[in-house]
C-alpha cells in the first residue's frame, strides 16, 4: 500500500473517532433516549449489503421507513447518514485496500463528498418538514430510475481506466462535491457517482471504492 492510501486511510479512521465522540457527545447533551429496534438492525444489515452490491442503501431503507411509519419524515435524512456510517467506513477500508484505485483522485473524491455533505446538513437541518418529504419523494423516483437502468442493462459503457486526470479529474470531484450536498435529503450518491464516472472512462472495478 503507498504512502498516499496509508494516510487516507489514517485519516479516515480519525475523523470516523471524531464522529463516534461527536455522537455519544449528543446522545448526552440532549438526553436521547431512543434505541435501535430489531427491525432497525435488519434494516440495517439488509441495505448495507444491497450498498456493497451497488445498489445503494439510502434508497431501500428510506423505502421501509416510510412503510413502517417511522421515524418521521424530518428524520429520516439524519438517521439515514448516521446510521450507514460505520457500514460505509468498513467498506470503503475494505474497498480501498483490496481494489487499485488511483489514491488522489480517492482522497479528492472523498473530500469533496464530505464537504458537500457537511454545508448540505447545515441546509437541511433548517427545511420544514414538507420540503423534506418532497426532496425524499423526489430521491425516491431518482433511485428508482437508476435501479431500473441498472436492472436493464442501460448505464453508460463502461471505461477501462483506474485514474483520471485533467479536466475528467476537475469534472469527478466537482460533481461528487454535489452528490455529497444531495445525500444530506436522502439521495444516495452511489448509482449516480457510478454513471457520472462510467461516461468518464471508469472501469467499474475501480469505481466501487469511489461512490
Known amino acids: 500500500m503507498n504512502a498516499t492510501k496509508t494516510v487516507l486511510l489514517i485519516v479516515l479512521v480519525l475523523v470516523n473517532i471524531a464522529f463516534v465522540y461527536g455522537w455519544i457527545w449528543s446522545v448526552r447533551r440532549y438526553r436521547l433516549k431512543g434505541r435501535p429496534t430489531s427491525a432497525d438492525i435488519a434494516i440495517g444489515l439488509g441495505t448495507d449489503f444491497l450498498d456493497t452490491l451497488g445498489i445503494g442503501s439510502f434508497a431501500p431503507t428510506t423505502a421501509l421507513f416510510k412503510f413502517r411509519g417511522a421515524p ?38 472523498i473530500g469533496s463528498a464530505t464537504l458537500g455533505a457537511w454545508l448540505g446538513a447545515g441546509v437541511v437541518s433548517r427545511l420544514p ?47 461528487n462535491f454535489v452528490l455529497g450536498a444531495l445525500m444530506s435529503i436522502g439521495i444516495g450518491n452511489y448509482a449516480p457517482s457510478m454513471i457520472v464516472l462510467a461516461l468518464l472512462g471508469m472501469l467499474i472495478r475501480a469505481m466501487t471504492s469511489k461512490s
Open 72 to 109: 418521521a419524515d424530518e428524520l429520516i435524512p439524519g438517521t439515514l447518514n448516521v446510521g450507514h456510517n460505520a457500514s460505509a467506513f468498513l467498506s470503503t477500508v475494505l474497498f480501498v485496500t483490496t481494489v487499485t484505485v488511483d489514491p488522489t483522485l480517492l482522497a479528492c473524491m
Open 129 to 175: 418538514r414538507r420540503t423534506i418529504q418532497l426532496f425524499m419523494g423526489i430521491a425516491l423516483l431518482i433511485a428508482a430510475a437508476f435501479f431500473v437502468m441498472r436492472n436493464l442493462d442501460v448505464f453508460p459503457p463502461m471505461g477501462t481506466a483506474f485514474a483520471l486526470s485533467g479536466w475528467r479529474f476537475v469534472v469527478a470531484v466537482a460533481i
